[in-house]
């Protein structure tokens, strides 16, 4: 049996050495991937299903659009009063045994939680999905720590069995083929073949259980903090979550400042959106509010119960009050599922810890908008995501903005000097004219010098000759 | 009705024979076309690629072009929605801000034009063939028109309207967007034409001259068969 690979340490794309080269790297991924008819095709077919569940799903509700409005009002209510509800949440937490850290940016979040580890004398983690932990890098701190970390959600196992990080926020393994899962449970936990999903379950399922027992600490993300009741609600379908939060003597939550919300009873609209827009499910299989570590008289439950309140420039998006709303994303996945961008270049080119469109408009805000604006830009703005965001983010036009913020702070020299003068010329109908004029000329001499951005689209499509006459010289002599 | 036509500048350039039928439709249903001739670009190619201050310019001169207008109808989801739903963001806090929205509640899309402001779904035309309607974008998610051309097609004589299996997926133009990640642009077109041409139909309807461009150019360099025809053309389509 070959030992478990260090898993996220060699992650390809999660963390680029030089940023710089983040859009150099995109196009030529994205070049790479498009060639993969195969992947794509496999791409599209899993996402199929989605469509028509979430279809199913969405029918049952009396009125889709107005969950839709109460889901996007529960978060923006709780977005824009972050500095009362984060206290309240942290003073509820504590009340109820927990102990609450403030962590300003992914090097604190993890000093914090290795320190944790420390402190708990731990030897083996087991940690159940947790995008905030892929955010910080939190696995290759650990490991490089000497801590042993096994991720207990089968998809995220599976891409830790890998070595690579999660092709898709919410479905980590998507992209990968059952046969494939056989193979490399064959290899690393010497189990049988077999191309059925139950039986691939159970492989992964006998071999998590023990690891459940021996690990000292137990870490999870958090879906929503509830600031009445200071309790973290945890959604998923295999169950794992609660074994790692309540098997090991230690549980700790990752959670981004933004999943605080008000009420309990804010849970009762996200909680449904939230698997209705994701997989398109009435409810996840579990949803879980956790209350604090073991209590006395209680016989099982964690002894200590920590949340890690991580910032990491979420800040900086509630600073913009234009882009503010992507603050409300609970992470479902929706925009991706039905991204066209998405399906066509895959998960692992975008190069980032959140992929598909709502994470073309926050990795800009969280990793620098110079060496992540050509996200907002590899997007034909069909608007498909903003249509499928279940908290009516905005996604498609945040594109726009950070185009436009991009444009503004760093212009490209040549680029902003072809606006300018296109706009000089379109402020003058002659001179306008008279270039369309030029250009359908010249179109078939064009085609042959074939100039830089002609050329990209000759390469795949054919351009129809220009007609004799344009509309205006046409309606002239009608 | 006096309606002022707005033809986008690859329309002017590339594709006159659209204008031409949104003019001889509307007027065969007894309205008056104007056509302003100071009229250029709408801005839309700088304004997607961020540069909001060079397309203002060309803002604040378009509302002006149109200024006093009954109504303006454009053969283009794209550019409409343009004018209809970026012009006011763009203008903004700016003197423009109520020109700008003024000029928004009269700009329609050609089709939505026809069903929703002049009441018309059967504008006595025929085109004995099968078609299968692309929606572009911009018209299905910025202006929200999706059953308006449909309900015009089905009005069409001896026309028999197909669906795809993607009906509401992107051809992947994008403008600017379709030579910068050329790559993606033409996985996407091969996606969307795929599922246009398995209709097996004689004509792709679409509302958009730019997503004709994008698609027929894929079709042909594919040598697949249908070809794109703009919806304008379909119903300027008489026995006569």
Same mark, same amino acid.
């Given at each position: 049996?070959?030992?478990?690979?260090?898993?996220?340490?060699?992650?390809?794309?999660?963390?680029?050495?030089?940023?710089?080269?983040?859009?150099?790297?995109?196009?030529?991924?994205?070049?790479?991937?498009?060639?993969?008819?195969?992947?794509?095709?496999?791409?599209?077919?899993?996402?199929?299903?989605?469509?028509?569940?979430?279809?199913?799903?969405?029918?049952?509700?009396?009125?889709?659009?107005?969950?839709?409005?109460?889901?996007?009002?529960?978060?923006?209510?709780?977005?824009?009063?972050?500095?009362?509800?984060?206290?309240?949440?942290?003073?509820?937490?504590?009340?109820?045994?927990?102990?609450?850290?403030?962590?300003?940016?992914?090097?604190?979040?993890?000093?914090?939680?290795?320190?944790?580890?420390?402190?708990?004398?731990?030897?083996?983690?087991?940690?159940?999905?947790?995008?905030?932990?892929?955010?910080?890098?939190?696995?290759?701190?650990?490991?490089?720590?000497?801590?042993?970390?096994?991720?207990?959600?089968?998809?995220?196992?599976?891409?830790?069995?890998?070595?690579?990080?999660?092709?898709?926020?919410?479905?980590?393994?998507?992209?990968?083929?059952?046969?494939?899962?056989?193979?490399?449970?064959?290899?690393?936990?010497?189990?049988?073949?077999?191309?059925?999903?139950?039986?691939?379950?159970?492989?992964?399922?006998?071999?998590?259980?023990?690891?459940?027992?021996?690990?000292?600490?137990?870490?999870?993300?958090?879906?929503?903090?509830?600031?009445?009741?200071?309790?973290?609600?945890?959604?998923?379908?295999?169950?794992?979550?609660?074994?790692?939060?309540?098997?090991?003597?230690?549980?700790?939550?990752?959670?981004?400042?933004?999943?605080?919300?008000?009420?309990?009873?804010?849970?009762?609209?996200?909680?449904?959106?939230?698997?209705?827009?994701?997989?398109?499910?009435?409810?996840?299989?579990?949803?879980?509010?956790?209350?604090?570590?073991?209590?006395?008289?209680?016989?099982?439950?964690?002894?200590?119960?920590?949340?890690?309140?991580?910032?990491?420039?979420?800040?900086?998006?509630?600073?913009?009050?234009?882009?503010?709303?992507?603050?409300?994303?609970?992470?479902?996945?929706?925009?991706?599922?039905?991204?066209?961008?998405?399906?066509?270049?895959?998960?692992?080119?975008?190069?980032?810890?959140?992929?598909?469109?709502?994470?073309?408009?926050?990795?800009?805000?969280?990793?620098?908008?110079?060496?992540?604006?050509?996200?907002?830009?590899?997007?034909?703005?069909?608007?498909?995501?903003?249509?499928?965001?279940?908290?009516?983010?905005?996604?498609?036009?945040?594109?726009?903005?950070?185009?436009?913020?991009?444009?503004?702070?760093?212009?490209?020299?040549?680029?902003?000097?072809?606006?300018?003068?296109?706009?000089?010329?379109?402020?003058?109908?002659?001179?306008?004219?008279?270039?369309?004029?030029?250009?359908?000329?010249?179109?078939?001499?064009?085609?042959?010098?074939?100039?830089?951005?002609?050329?990209?689209?000759?390469?795949?499509?054919?351009?129809?000759?220009?007609?004799?006459?344009?509309?205006?010289?046409?309606?002239?002599?009608? | 009705?006096?309606?002022?036509?707005?033809?986008?500048?690859?329309?002017?350039?590339?594709?006159?024979?659209?204008?031409?039928?949104?003019?001889?439709?509307?007027?065969?249903?007894?309205?008056?076309?104007?056509?302003?001739?100071?009229?250029?670009?709408?801005?839309?190619?700088?304004?997607?690629?961020?540069?909001?201050?060079?397309?203002?310019?060309?803002?604040?001169?378009?509302?002006?072009?149109?200024? /006093?207008?009954?109504?303006? @109808?454009?053969?283009?989801?794209?550019?409409? +929605? &343009?004018?209809? #739903?970026?012009?006011?963001? %763009?203008?903004?806090?700016?003197?423009?801000?109520?020109?700008?929205?003024?000029?928004?509640?009269?700009?329609?899309?050609?089709?939505?034009?026809?069903?929703?402001?002049?009441?018309?779904?059967?504008?006595?035309?025929?085109?004995?063939?099968?078609?299968?309607?692309?929606?572009?974008?911009?018209?299905?998610?910025?202006?929200?028109?999706?059953?308006?051309?449909?309900?015009?097609?089905?009005?069409?004589?001896?026309?028999?309207?197909?669906?795809?299996?993607?009906?509401?997926?992107?051809?992947?133009? /994008?403008?600017?967007?379709? @030579?910068?990640?050329?790559?993606?642009?033409? +996985? &996407?077109?091969? #996606?969307?034409?795929?599922? %246009?041409?398995?209709?097996?139909?004689?004509?792709?309807?679409?509302?958009?001259?730019?997503?004709?461009?994008?698609?027929?150019?894929?079709?042909?360099?594919?040598?697949?068969?249908?070809?794109?025809?703009?919806?304008?053309?379909?119903?300027?389509?008489?026995?006569?």
């Amino acid at each position: 049996m070959t030992p478990l690979p260090t898993g996220s340490a060699t992650h390809p794309g999660t963390d680029i050495a030089a940023p710089r080269l983040a859009k150099k790297k995109f196009l030529h991924d994205a070049a790479e991937h498009v060639r993969d008819t195969g992947h794509r095709a496999f791409v599209r077919k899993a996402l199929g299903g989605y469509y028509t569940t979430r279809d199913a799903q969405k029918a049952r509700y009396r009125d889709y659009e107005q969950a839709r409005d109460a889901a996007s009002l529960a978060k923006w209510s709780a977005v824009n009063r972050l500095d009362e509800l984060l206290p309240r949440f942290a003073e509820n937490f504590t009340a109820n045994g927990g102990q609450v850290h403030w962590a300003r940016d992914a090097a604190e979040a993890r000093e914090i939680v290795l320190g944790l580890l420390r402190g708990a004398r731990a030897k083996a983690v087991i940690k159940s999905k947790c995008m905030t932990s892929e955010e910080i890098h939190l696995n290759q701190a650990m490991e490089a720590d000497g801590y042993g970390v096994v991720e207990s959600d089968l998809g995220e196992f599976i891409q830790q069995l890998r070595g690579e990080p999660p092709y898709h926020f919410v479905f980590p393994c998507m992209h990968v083929r059952r046969d494939e899962i056989s193979d490399l449970f064959q290899k690393h936990l010497g189990s049988p073949p077999t191309s059925e999903p139950e039986e691939l379950t159970m492989i992964a399922r006998r071999h998590m259980r023990r690891l459940y027992v021996e690990a000292d600490v137990g870490i999870t993300g958090a879906n929503f903090l509830v600031a009445e009741t200071g309790q973290i609600s945890i959604t998923e379908n295999e169950g794992n979550a609660r074994l790692t939060a309540g098997l090991p003597r230690v549980h700790i939550a990752i959670a981004g400042i933004e999943k605080v919300v008000d009420r309990l009873d804010d849970l009762a609209v996200l909680l449904p959106m939230l698997a209705t827009a994701g997989t398109g499910q009435p409810l996840t299989c579990y949803n879980t509010l956790y209350s604090g570590p073991r209590r006395a008289g209680e016989c099982d439950g964690p002894e200590e119960m920590h949340v890690v309140l991580l910032d990491n420039r979420r800040t900086e998006i509630l600073a913009d009050p234009e882009q503010r709303d992507s603050l409300h994303c609970i992470r479902c996945g929706a925009c991706l599922n039905v991204c066209p961008i998405f399906k066509n270049v895959g998960g692992f080119t975008y190069g980032t810890t959140y992929q598909g469109p709502i994470g073309s408009v926050i990795t800009p805000h969280l990793r620098g908008l110079a060496d992540w604006n050509h996200l907002s830009g590899a997007s034909s703005l069909c608007g498909a995501c903003t249509d499928a965001c279940p908290v009516r983010i905005d996604i498609h036009h945040h594109l726009l903005h950070n185009r436009r913020n991009a444009a503004r702070t760093a212009p490209g020299r040549f680029e902003r000097l072809g606006h300018r003068l296109f706009v000089a010329a379109a402020s003058r109908p002659w001179l306008f004219a008279a270039g369309g004029w030029w250009f359908r000329k010249s179109l078939g001499l064009l085609k042959a010098l074939r100039p830089p951005l002609l050329k990209a689209w000759l390469a795949t499509r054919d351009l129809p000759p220009a007609p004799p006459h344009s509309f205006r010289s046409q309606w002239r002599r009608r | 009705m006096r309606i002022d036509l707005f033809i986008p500048c690859f329309v002017d350039q590339m594709a006159p024979r659209v204008g031409m039928a949104v003019a001889s439709v509307l007027e065969r249903l007894g309205h008056t076309c104007e056509f302003r001739p100071a009229q250029t670009c709408c801005g839309q190619p700088s304004f997607n690629a961020g540069y909001w201050d060079e397309a203002r310019a060309v803002a604040i001169r378009t509302v002006g072009v149109f200024a /006093g207008t009954e109504a303006v @109808v454009g053969p283009s989801g794209s550019c409409v +929605a &343009m004018l209809r #739903v970026f012009y006011p963001q %763009l203008l903004a806090g700016t003197p423009h801000e109520t020109a700008a929205l003024d000029l928004a509640a009269r700009t329609f899309e050609f089709g939505e034009f026809l069903v929703k402001k002049l009441g018309v779904t059967d504008v006595g035309a025929r085109f004995p063939h099968r078609v299968t309607y692309h929606d572009g974008c911009h018209g299905l998610r910025e202006l929200r028109v999706k059953e308006e051309p449909r309900m015009l097609l089905k009005a069409v004589r001896d026309l028999e309207l197909v669906e795809c299996d993607e009906p509401e997926s992107c051809c992947g133009f /994008g403008g600017l967007f379709s @030579v910068k990640y050329p790559m993606i642009s033409t +996985a &996407m077109a091969e #996606v969307k034409g795929g599922s %246009l041409a398995r209709t097996d139909c004689d004509y792709i309807v679409s509302s958009d001259p730019s997503c004709q461009l994008q698609l027929d150019g894929w079709l042909s360099r594919q040598g697949k068969k249908p070809r794109t025809i703009h919806l304008a053309e379909v119903l300027a389509g008489t026995d006569a």
